[in-house]
């Protein structure tokens, strides 16, 4: 709910809103007071967001680890059979040293939750691991998508788009602009779905994204510069 701010508040307020962040915001404006309409809607955009991205984040990671798991070992990270990048295997060592630093004697599962979504991406994105990971383990990652779902092509490039709001929610950047917001949204319930029907069903009981969209673009188009 966008409530009005007296003169004297947006001020105040004005003094911490004035970085090259804040820019978007101002260029979509009529004034000061409007932008920061903008931006509170933007803040509710992407709380509305925040219950899909973790569960997609949560259960890749988890889905990827146990089928790696099962085809590689306890320790498949290590697994010279999977062969994997150098990149990977650095993103995978700084991980091992952190735990070790904290003092965990055993790392094996506590390294799912270390790794990135980008590192969980790459494992699917990456054409070098078509064979060592796609192909065999494709179907126990997402076990209840059709055979003619698993068109990795585009599978690709829906995980980078995903990936790349995902980083726009949690580094607060803009997604009120975003115009294919609401297809990633519905992106991120398919992979869902396809991983655990259960998960979708549980997750989509309390997703309020809908509703917040909704409310949000009449707002914007009263709001924004004609």
């Known amino acids: ?119 969980w991406k790459s494992l699917i994105q990456k054409k070098f691991y078509e064979d060592s990971i796609w192909k065999p383990c494709c179907k126990g990652i997402f076990v209840a998508a059709r055979p003619r779902d698993l068109n990795l092509k585009v599978i690709r490039g829906k995980i980078q788009r995903i990936l790349n709001l995902r980083n726009k929610v949690f580094h607060h950047d803009c997604v009120w602009n975003d115009n294919e917001i609401c297809e990633i949204y519905e992106d991120i319930y398919q992979f869902i779905f396809w991983m655990n029907p259960k998960v979708f069903t549980w997750s989509k009981n309390f997703d309020r994204f809908s509703e917040v969209y909704s409310s949000t673009s009449k707002l914007l188009a009263d709001i924004c510069k004609k």
């Open 1 to 119: 709910m966008l409530r009005e701010i007296s003169d004297t508040d947006l001020q105040e307020i004005q003094k911490n809103f004035t970085s090259y962040h804040f820019n978007p915001y101002l260029s979509a404006a009529n004034d000061f007071n409007d932008a920061l309409r903008i931006y509170q809607i933007n803040i509710e955009l992407c709380e509305a967001m925040y219950p899909c991205l973790h569960t997609i984040e949560i259960i890749l990671r988890n889905s990827i680890h146990a089928v790696l798991k099962d085809k590689y070992g306890q320790n498949w990270f290590s697994c010279e059979a999977l062969e994997l990048t150098e990149h990977e295997r650095d993103e995978i060592n700084r991980a091992i040293r952190k735990l070790q630093k904290l003092g965990y004697a055993e790392v094996s599962n506590r390294i799912v939750s270390e790794m990135t979504f980008g590192f």
